[in-house]
């Protein structure tokens, strides 16, 4: 394994109530790890850690360290715009910005320092077209993003994400609010990432976990239980509560 990211002992509280406990676990470069456990168990929390999101909750401690490159992004003095640069999110629900569709892609690299207006230009044509959507949009590009279908929306949000020139995309159910022929474009867009970005997928959706999975966690009540290439994972689980979580009794 090649791993981008590092786990050890990471454990998260919220006003003293533990929310994640002892995580030790190493994920790959690049290709899709997928989360998978039941409600409130703890997946959310867990990729809201790794771009440091979960900074905004009051009463939250950590414990321990979650490194990216060998570098713990929880040391005091990590930079936390350039983490977030470098860490890219696409959450549950679509969520433009409230400008054009140029503008939500360009706003990024504009906010990183980006001023040349040619190479503005490469930057938000490259991103529409990796997440399938330039030839949709290159007509209206200043129109306002709120316009694009939910699904549209959604891979636009997805454009936003990559124009920063991240290392890591977390996905957080990024599917769950979309028809199914909007999900499976989705999913598709993500596997023609994977070879270039590490994707972490949130998802409660067992068939769409084995669909897009390279890797695969499975988490209960705040633990790692089980984690490790997918096709072993799903196939022939190696603890019992994975087992009974894929039967469907846990």
Aim: charge should be negative; proline fraction near 6%; aromatic fraction near 6%.
């Amino acid at each position: 394994m090649n791993p981008i990211i590092e786990f050890n002992r990471f454990s998260v509280a919220i006003g003293g109530t533990p929310v994640l406990r002892e995580i030790s676990l190493q994920i790959p470069k690049n290709g899709i790890t997928v989360i998978i456990g039941p409600s409130g168990c703890g997946k959310s929390t867990f990729l809201r850690s790794i771009n440091r999101l979960n900074d905004l909750v009051e009463g939250l401690t950590y414990q321990g360290t979650l490194c990216i490159d060998n570098r713990n992004i929880l040391d005091p003095q990590q930079d936390v715009t350039e983490l977030r640069r470098r860490v890219g999110m696409i959450a549950q629900t679509p969520n433009p910005l409230p400008m054009s569709i140029y503008d939500n892609v360009s706003y990024g690299p504009f906010i990183h320092g980006l001023r040349d207006r040619g190479k503005m230009d490469q930057v938000v044509r490259r991103s529409l077209e990796r997440v399938g959507l330039w030839t949709e949009v290159e007509g209206r590009l200043n129109d306002p993003a709120r316009n694009l279908s939910v699904g549209q929306q959604q891979r636009l949000c997805l454009a936003r994400a990559i124009a920063n020139e991240p290392e890591i995309l977390l996905c957080d159910e990024t599917t769950s609010a979309l028809d199914p022929v909007s999900a499976r474009t989705i999913e598709e867009e993500l596997r023609s990432l994977s070879g270039d970005y590490t994707i972490l997928f949130v998802t409660h959706i067992l068939r769409q976990a084995k669909r897009l999975a390279d890797f695969a966690i499975f988490m209960y009540l705040g633990e790692v239980v089980e984690w490790g290439p997918a096709d072993q994972l799903f196939s022939n689980p190696a603890d019992p509560r994975t087992r009974q979580y894929l039967e469907g009794v846990l």
